[in-house]
T-cell receptor, first 115, second 113 residues
Framework: QQQVKQSPQSLIVQKGGISIINCAYE??????FPWYQQFPGKGPALLIA?????SEKKEGRFTISFNKSAKQFSLHIMDSQPGDSATYFC??????????????FGAGTRLAVHP | DVKVTQSSRYLVKRTGEKVFLECVQD?????MFWYRQDPGLGLRLIYF???????EKGDIPEGYSVSREKKERFSLILESASTNQTSMYLC????????????FGEGSWLTVV
């Protein structure tokens, strides 16, 4: 119930193409869905996030699409560049009594953008 | 900018050794975390701390303990390292328990031989 399932595990895209990473969840109590980006040798960093009251959020070339009824959300990277090559983690936040938020991560997708 | 610093980036330890992984954050955050990252398994929470001297078990606490004597410092301890603890360990911090953004350090690669 608390899992977030992420696919694919790895992805190869040509420069200029669209990269799409998908995540699915079961628990409808999740109320915040961030994506983290991790470059080799670095820690993950917040890339973009969405709340379930909107269906899409765009920041530059990065877009989150959110389908509440299907309990799925995805990251789209438009005009993918070699510099986007990284591991991407989706996550979902679950609020507990007392105001504590727990972040649950997907397994990660390793993206390689070839020139 | 928030800075989470993990002092040891690469360590090689022998089976049975006691291992300390240190982490310091400079933004007066209340919450600190230790995650383990393994290919195909994502980020798994080992322990977290609400505040000084407070700690809670995460999803995979077995074989680990933690210490938080000062607000800015959170240590992960492997009492008796085993080969299945070879992994990348990520420290992170968050403003407080109601926050959603977690700030990660650069990771500590631990190899147990």
């Amino acid at each position: 119930q608390q899992q977030v399932k992420q696919s694919p595990q790895s992805l190869i895209v040509q420069k200029g193409g669209i990269s799409i990473i998908n995540c699915a969840y079961e628990n409808t109590a999740f109320d915040y869905f961030p994506w983290y980006q991790q470059f080799p040798g670095k820690g993950p960093a917040l890339l973009i996030a969405i709340r379930p009251d909107v269906s899409e959020k765009k920041e530059g070339r990065f877009t989150i699409s959110f389908n509440k009824s299907a309990k799925q959300f995805s990251l789209h990277i438009m005009d993918s560049q070699p510099g986007d090559s990284a591991t991407y983690f989706c996550a979902a936040s679950l609020g507990f009594s007392g105001g504590y938020n727990k972040l649950i991560f997907g397994a990660g997708t390793r993206l390689a953008v070839h020139p | 900018d928030v800075k989470v610093t993990q002092s040891s980036r690469y360590l090689v330890k022998r089976t049975g050794e006691k291992v300390f992984l240190e982490c310091v954050q400079d933004m007066d955050h209340e919450n600190m975390f230790w995650y383990r990252q393994d290919p195909g398994l994502g980020l798994r929470l080992i322990y977290f701390s609400y505040d000084v001297k407070m700690k809670e078990k995460g999803d995979i606490p077995e074989g680990y303990s933690v210490s938080r004597e000062k607000k800015e410092r959170f240590s992960l301890i492997l009492e008796s390292a085993s080969t299945n603890q070879t992994s990348m360990y990520l420290c992170a911090s968050r403003v407080d328990s109601s926050g959603n953004t977690i700030y990660f350090g650069e990771g500590s690669w631990l190899t147990v031989v």
